[in-house]
């Protein structure tokens, strides 16, 4: 566990296809630099070179025949070289990082929905983030139904994953849900049914609370 004083902070954003993850890592990383703090934006699979040669493997589907335990083992792979590369230089030079998906991708994707055995899945996370957890886990929650119809509307292609069913993407909000409730220390639930400005605000309110007061009263106390 980081020093609550001296040293960034690590915060991840998780959930579905079209949940404006990561335009709120955006906003969240603008507010933050107006109040000072150094802050690194960055995504999963990818966010260091290595990793970003990995994603290419994974989102094309290429690595898909691998099997669900395969693409798991690719995921921590990248992960591993984007904790080294950028996570924790960040972090320990007392910036904040932002990353757009991270652990609770590989419970859901790999885990619940790909059936890898849990097991692996907790040995990995051992093995590649060890005590380097996140501070705070903000999990955008909307109905896959629009969540979906955004990522239509964006005219981009799509993924491997958002190629999946509907009812695919209904399971992976239920396995969201699940860890925000199994996991209240680390994670808030975010209803992101709303437009991007209220969105931010709700992001807001969560970091104030969990982040910047007790990093405020610590503060305080410091100076008293
Ligand atoms: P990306 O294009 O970054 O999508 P999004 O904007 O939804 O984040 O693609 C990342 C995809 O990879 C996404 O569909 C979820 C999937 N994924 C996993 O299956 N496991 C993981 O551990 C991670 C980090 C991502």
Not at 16 to 40: I, M, N, P, W, Y
Not at 98 to 120: E, K, M, W
Request: include cysteine.
């Amino acid at each position: 566990m980081r020093s609550m004083t001296t040293t960034g902070r690590f915060i991840t954003f998780e959930g579905g296809e079209g949940t404006g993850k990561s335009t709120q890592v955006r906003r969240l990383a603008e507010r933050l630099r107006l109040h000072g703090f150094e802050v690194v934006e960055t995504r999963e699979p990818g966010g260091s070179p290595g990793a970003e040669a990995i994603r290419h493997l994974l989102l094309t589907g290429v690595a898909k025949p691998l099997g669900a335990e395969a693409e798991a083992m690719l995921f921590a792979a990248a992960r591993d070289d984007h904790m080294t590369a950028t996570v924790r230089p960040a972090l320990s030079r007392g910036a904040w990082v932002i990353c757009d998906r991270f652990i609770d991708s590989t419970r859901v994707y790999q885990g619940a929905l790909g059936n890898v055995d849990p097991r692996l899945i907790r040995s990995l996370e051992r093995l590649v983030v060890g005590p380097d957890m996140p501070d705070l886990t903000l999990v955008l929650d909307l109905d896959p139904n629009i969540g979906l119809t955004r990522v239509s509307k964006r005219g981009e292609g799509t993924n491997r994953f958002e190629d999946e069913n509907l009812e695919y993407h209904k399971e992976l909000r239920a396995a969201y849900r699940d860890i925000a409730e199994r996991e209240p220390g680390r994670c808030v639930l975010i209803d992101a049914d709303a437009n991007e400005d209220v969105v931010a605000v709700r992001i807001w309110m969560a970091v104030s609370e969990r982040l910047l007061r007790p990093l405020r009263e610590k503060g305080e106390r410091a100076a008293e």
